[in-house]
């Protein structure tokens, strides 16, 4: 399934909205306006003209699924087709020219557009689309979101023209836009890089817009950070990401600093003597131990052998003192947070809950595999320059995917496009 929901041709203006079955006429029905309005009467207040108000960013949508170029393609298509005046609610028959996205972008700014992308966003709390039942989860996790993170490149299509510096950098046109590593699809690769925080079921709550150069590490905090300001009222239980976050200091960073549990793809790890080779205590004689509890509250993790080699050779019982003891269990052992979180860390390898969480990391491939497609259609209309107006950009189609999921649950009642939570 694809993000970008799939319009039928048009006909006429009066079939277009007489024919119930019309998905491109119904997703726009479905926009509760009042969403929008709110924010507009703020960034627009006082007698003076009110910029067309919700009807404007209306059309904003109407150019992410339509997939128009520019503003001034987006002006032109308004003025001839009769369809999108109607549904965006220019119904007085005047549509705005190209330089009042300019003006509206200028009253918005980024933090109107953060506004209204939260208000549809608790839209779909309300529809039950953001804590939804996760899959194959101990009955013991966590409540709360599972986030999933990633990054993806944008290509700049305008202000590219660059000058070498002495020092070997560049510099460009537009001093935001930078190079990045290569990629096979991009030849070119100058421009920037949005990283994003998104649900499980896909829906987008954060991104961030940054130089290409710059690597996703540095900006994961940043994610979170605004995370927390922008929807203090969720609470968030584990955070997914590749193996390219798998360092120490945001292992620890995301559970000290924001309370979440970091669900990170390890790189090779290699455990001292007294571990298995996935991380797991030996007991004096060898055995692997049995995890009984993780206490948060103290950063350990107790291990216990439940005196397991009673049932081994006779000749090793002697070998160990804890068999004599009247308690339950034998030998205990603590791994301790701050020794290793990478490796003694609140989801160690070993645990249950990275070993049901970790799969997910095919649904980030796959969820970020149908985002970059979207996001590739952001990036051939991605004609802005700076990066509040790239940002802005970036999350104009974050609102169309948000919008895209409530869309097609209201159809079908599917949960997700990405994963199999309706059972």
Same mark, same amino acid.
């Given at each position: 399934?694809?993000?970008?929901?799939?319009?039928?041709?048009?006909?006429?203006?009066?079939?277009?909205?007489?024919?119930?079955?019309?998905?491109f006429v119904n997703y726009f029905t479905m926009i509760q306006s009042h969403q929008i309005q709110n924010v507009m009467k703020q960034a627009y207040p006082g007698p003076g003209p009110t910029g067309y108000?919700?009807?404007?960013?209306?059309?904003?949508?109407?150019?992410?699924?339509? =997939?128009?170029?520019?503003?001034?393609?987006?002006?032109?298509?308004?003025?001839?087709?009769?369809?999108?005046?109607s549904i965006c609610g220019f119904n007085k028959g005047q549509t705005p020219s190209h330089s009042t996205y300019t003006t509206l972008r200028?009253?918005?700014?980024?933090?109107?557009?953060?506004?209204?992308?939260?208000n549809f966003v608790f839209e779909c709390d309300k529809l039950g689309l953001l804590n939804t039942p996760s899959p194959n989860l101990p009955k013991n996790a966590h409540n709360g979101l599972i986030l999933i993170g990633d990054s993806t490149p944008i290509r700049a299509y305008c202000s590219t023209k660059g000058e070498k510096r002495p020092d070997g950098s560049w510099l460009f046109t537009d001093p935001?836009?930078?190079?990045?590593?290569?990629?096979?699809?991009?030849?070119?690769?100058?421009?920037?890089?949005?990283?994003?925080?998104?649900?499980?079921?896909?829906i987008p709550l954060v991104s961030v817009v940054t130089?290409?150069?710059?690597?996703?590490?540095?900006?994961i905090f940043e994610l979170l950070t605004q995370l927390k300001q922008r929807f203090p009222e969720f609470s968030y239980a584990y955070l997914v990401l590749d193996a390219g976050y798998d360092t120490?200091?945001?292992?620890?960073?995301?559970?000290?600093?924001?309370?979440?549990?970091?669900?990170?793809?390890?790189?090779?790890?290699?455990?001292?003597?007294?571990?298995?080779?996935?991380?797991?205590? %030996?007991?004096?004689?060898?055995?692997?131990?049995?995890?009984?509890?993780?206490?948060?509250?103290?950063?350990?993790?107790?291990?216990?052998?439940?005196?397991?080699?009673? =049932?081994?050779?006779?000749?090793?019982?002697?070998?160990?003192?804890?068999?004599?003891?009247?308690?339950?269990?034998?030998?205990?052992?603590?791994?301790?947070?701050?020794?290793?979180?990478r490796k003694f860390g609140p989801a160690a390898p070993h645990s249950i809950i990275y070993k049901r969480l970790k799969p997910l990391r095919t649904a980030i491939e796959r969820s970020y595999g149908l985002v970059k497609e979207n996001r590739y259609r952001m990036e051939w209309t991605n004609t802005y320059m700076g990066i509040d107006n790239v940002t802005m950009h970036v999350i104009e189609h974050d609102i169309a995917?948000?919008?895209?999921?409530?869309?097609?649950?209201?159809?079908?009642?599917? %949960?997700?496009?990405? %994963?199999?939570?309706?059972?």
């Open positions: 399934m694809d993000y970008q929901i799939p319009f039928p041709p048009f006909s006429s203006f009066y079939e277009d909205l007489s024919d119930l079955k019309n998905d108000g919700t009807s404007l960013f209306l059309s904003r949508i109407l150019k992410v699924k339509q =997939t128009f170029v520019s503003d001034r393609v987006l002006a032109k298509r308004l003025s001839e087709n009769a369809t999108y005046r200028g009253h918005l700014g980024v933090e109107g557009y953060k506004a209204i992308h939260r935001s836009a930078s190079f990045g590593r290569p990629h096979h699809r991009d030849r070119y690769p100058v421009g920037h890089k949005a990283h994003s925080l998104i649900t499980l079921t896909g130089p290409r150069n710059e690597s996703d590490q540095d900006h120490e200091h945001i292992h620890q960073g995301i559970f000290e600093g924001y309370g979440i549990i970091p669900i990170i793809v390890r790189k090779k790890l290699t455990y001292p003597k007294g571990f298995s080779k996935d991380g797991i205590p %030996l007991c004096p004689l060898g055995y692997k131990m049995i995890k009984a509890v993780v206490d948060y509250k103290r950063r350990r993790t107790k291990y216990i052998c439940k005196k397991i080699c009673k =049932t081994k050779e006779q000749k090793l019982l002697q070998l160990c003192s804890y068999l004599k003891s009247d308690k339950e269990h034998g030998f205990i052992k603590y791994t301790r947070f701050k020794e290793s979180y995917l948000t919008l895209d999921i409530m869309f097609e649950y209201k159809k079908t009642g599917k %949960l997700s496009p990405l %994963l199999k939570l309706n059972c």
